[in-house]
């Protein structure tokens, strides 16, 4: 026989759990079902709530709730399946009907069920409510999961409506949603408190979301780690090499100190991944975060974020928004943004020359008080000049530009917590036909010795040049010596015979390039930069290294802005040629077993080039349709509106003081009277206790206010007597007396603050 029994939770604290649980069954469905389905949901959370308590209540035996739940969501669950599968069933409903009914079975029926359960264990339970809480926080994460890593348009009709009503930054407040979820999840912990207790309990739980907040707020919009240092240790390269055997991301080859790092185990923008932990490729830096090597996917075959970590390639972050001031379209169908470049030879690999003597075009500090002018390297008869302006979501040791930057001045940052930095750059892009490059040598005379050998420096192995002679020998006489031909055919060598992969990363050999060029071929972008590098230098061509980003054209939007994604680091070689200077000469190769990289979303690439440009909205505002809050005049409105509320509680006030001179004589004088003597008395805050009646209310006022108690009893008698009789006229007299009682027992300054007090009479009971 079962044991009628009082629910554990107060009827307050369940319709504060129902209307957060029909949030969070907003948030996880509402997107998903039909509005049928979503009311259906919403009508089986509150029955839930209703049935678990009633169960709760009338002592229903815990098997028999877990057998009668598990039934109905079981029945539910299968009815829905059936419905949804079964074509005589779908032929008969239709579309819309076969979707609807599955949605009320398993919306209305399992779900409920499954709640029922939850919630009347929860009545015998606290450490059920984990169950409940953990509903809330799984609904907020499942909304709000896409705008991580950095999509900051993401959810879209969120970040929408913030935007074109001008709330602020989307991060932001979603960091305040999600300290204000965590203390609603708290909620699902209370059971029956006392007022003192809950009202202590909200103020320490809103103390330490308040905290929690400036914990964990951040003073970036969108927070990215530090794209790693292209000039890392080689030491620490081969470090890691020996290590770990490239497992953590360790770089291709040693190093020299702190001359600059080794070949990464990945390509990078400078060696960086994708925010990762391994050494990137093109500049061997070691990036922070997580298990990486910077490489990737196609376009150039090679940018790409890293074999480290899958995860991250289909999940790449920004790092750079660029805006172009003039028309640019690239005849490659590819962008290249140069970091730094690696020139110099440290006995098996490129590394960044840090003596200053040699790559004097290449500009590797930011602007910050006045314009950086990279040293003579580029021909300007033979470049075109193309304005654009950077704009870093990502820390970069040195600023990336388009081509070669020929200038970086500094700008502006439009929104310091979304861009670290913000800098214009002139680039020099080769504007001459590629047929105006043949016949020119590589070294000019007026080079020095010591450069001569810079450019030309390589790993004392005679397969180098040995490889390069035979690929050569089907060279066309009638260009054999021109550097340029001699280039290009090596080029298309490595295309046709290299496979691109980020499987291979050679970092268990001494020498990885020549582990690749003389081995199996199969490599990223890292390995066919150095190897073409060292054939190119092994035929008399000067050549080095650059790192950066390459960004596939036809994989971003038609507008103005453009969008870098982490997986676009890349690495390339470059050769010198008289009156030219240096040219970009990557290498494409024809095979790979890396899917192509993903198409920028060109809404967060609109978005991120338009609060470049200093509209916070994103590019909303354009919008007809879109207006931003008139905060002012709502912040006018509310002022009006608080105004007007206190106005009427005075005139309310003051209407129940004027009440007994203006009801004199009439049946409700005594009540007004009463009214009037217990106004005042509220607003110093003598109020009625819980329970007390108000004869004992008066007798315990009785050394203060004598006449309180019999005005009391005039108003009982009235009040009890027979109706529409006369008050007596003892009822003005006894106000009279408690007033002037009331003024000598009560200081000066007590009562005026009690004059100025516009609720007290809201506590008259």
Not at 19 to 28: E, G, K, P, R, V
Not at 508 to 525: E, H, M, N, Q, V
Not at 538 to 551: D, F, K, L, N, W
Request: proline share 5%; with cysteine; glycine share 12%.
């Amino acid at each position: 026989m079962t044991r009628a029994r009082q629910p554990s939770e107060a009827v307050e604290v369940q319709a504060v759990k129902a209307a957060t649980l029909l949030a969070a069954t907003w948030l996880i469905i509402g997107r998903l079902a039909t509005p049928a389905g979503t009311a259906s949901a919403f009508a089986a959370v509150l029955l839930a709530f209703v049935a678990g308590a009633l169960a709760a209540r009338r002592g229903l035996r815990p098997v028999a709730a877990l057998t009668l739940g598990a039934l109905i969501c079981g029945v539910g669950w299968i009815a829905s399946s059936v419905v949804r599968d079964s074509y005589p069933l779908a032929s008969t409903l239709g579309v819309e009907g076969s979707v609807i009914t599955s949605e009320l079975a398993l919306f209305g029926v399992a779900l409920f069920g499954a709640l029922f359960v939850v919630r009347y264990f929860a009545h015998r339970s606290r450490l059920v409510s984990v169950l409940e809480a953990g509903v809330i926080v799984f609904s907020v994460i499942f909304t709000f999961a896409s705008h991580r890593d950095c999509r900051l348009n993401q959810p879209r009709d969120f970040v929408d409506q913030v935007l074109e009503l001008g709330l602020g930054d989307p991060p932001t407040l979603l960091i305040a949603m999600g300290v204000a979820i965590m203390l609603l999840a708290l909620v699902m912990f209370m059971r029956r408190p006392s007022a003192a207790k809950a009202v202590l309990s909200m103020v320490v739980a809103v103390g330490v979301g308040i905290g929690v907040y400036l914990l964990i707020e951040d003073d970036r919009v969108c927070s990215i780690e530090e794209i790693n240092e292209l000039a890392d240790s080689g030491d620490r390269d081969q470090e890691a090499q020996a290590s770990d055997g490239g497992e953590d991301g360790a770089g291709e080859g040693g190093g020299d100190g702190e001359e600059g790092a080794g070949e990464g185990g990945g390509d990078g923008g400078g060696g960086q991944g994708d925010g990762g932990d391994g050494q990137g490729g093109g500049g061997g830096g070691r990036s922070k975060g997580d298990d990486q090597r910077g490489d990737g996917g196609e376009g150039p075959r090679g940018g790409g974020s890293g074999s480290g970590d899958r995860d991250r390639d289909r999940n790449p972050q920004p790092v750079a928004v660029v805006t172009f001031h003039d028309d640019y379209e690239s005849k490659e169908g590819i962008l290249y943004f140069r970091q730094q470049v690696q020139s110099k030879f440290n006995l098996t690999h490129l590394t960044v020359d840090a003596s200053g003597d040699y790559d004097g075009d290449v500009i590797d500090v930011f602007p910050v008080d006045a314009p950086v002018e990279a040293g003579y390297g580029q021909n300007p008869d033979v470049h075109d000049n193309l304005p654009t302006s950077v704009y870093l979501l990502a820390d970069h040791p040195q600023p990336i530009g388009l081509g070669h930057p020929s200038v970086m001045r500094p700008a502006d940052n439009p929104n310091p917590r979304m861009f670290v930095a913000a800098y214009e750059v002139s680039s020099r892009l080769l504007s001459v036909d590629a047929s105006r490059l043949l016949g020119r040598r590589s070294i000019p005379e007026a080079w020095t010795e010591a450069q001569r050998e810079h450019y030309l420096a390589m790993p004392d192995d005679p397969r180098y040049g040995a490889l390069a002679d035979i690929i050569l020998r089907d060279l066309d006489p009638r260009f054999g010596d021109d550097d340029l031909m001699k280039a290009l055919v090596l080029k298309q060598w490595l295309e046709k015979n290299g496979y691109y992969t980020l499987k291979e990363t050679h970092t268990d050999s001494d020498d990885p390039t020549a582990s690749f060029l003389f081995g199996s071929l199969r490599g990223y972008c890292v390995h066919f930069a150095h190897a073409a590098a060292f054939l190119f230098r092994s035929q008399g061509i000067a050549a080095r290294v650059a790192v950066g980003y390459g960004v596939d054209t036809r994989r971003r939007g038609g507008g103005s802005n453009l969008l870098i994604m982490g997986n676009m680091a890349h690495a390339w070689p470059e050769i010198h040629l008289e009156g030219i200077g240096w040219v970009t000469f990557d290498v494409y190769p024809e095979r790979s077993d890396e899917p192509p990289q993903q198409i920028v979303d060109q809404a967060l690439e609109s978005m991120l080039g338009e609060m470049a440009r200093d509209d916070d909205s994103g590019g909303r505002r354009a919008d007809p349709a879109a207006a931003p809050l008139p905060w002012r005049a709502i912040l006018w409105a509310l002022l009006f509106i608080a105004l007007g509320a206190v106005a009427a509680l005075y005139l309310v006030k003051l209407a129940r003081r004027l009440a007994p001179r203006l009801s004199r004589g009439r049946p409700s004088h005594h009540r007004w009277a009463l009214r009037a003597a217990l106004d005042r008395l509220a607003d110093v805050g003598i109020l009625r206790g819980r329970g007390e009646t108000r004869e004992r209310f008066a007798q315990r006022l009785a050394e203060q206010l004598p006449s309180l108690a019999p005005l009391t009893m005039a108003h009982l008698r009235a009040a009890l007597g027979r109706p529409g009789a006369e008050p007596g006229p003892e009822t003005a007299d006894l106000l009279g007396r408690v007033r002037a009682e009331y003024r000598a027992a009560v200081p000066l300054r007590r009562r005026l603050l009690g004059a100025l007090n516009p609720i007290g009479w809201w506590f008259v009971r």
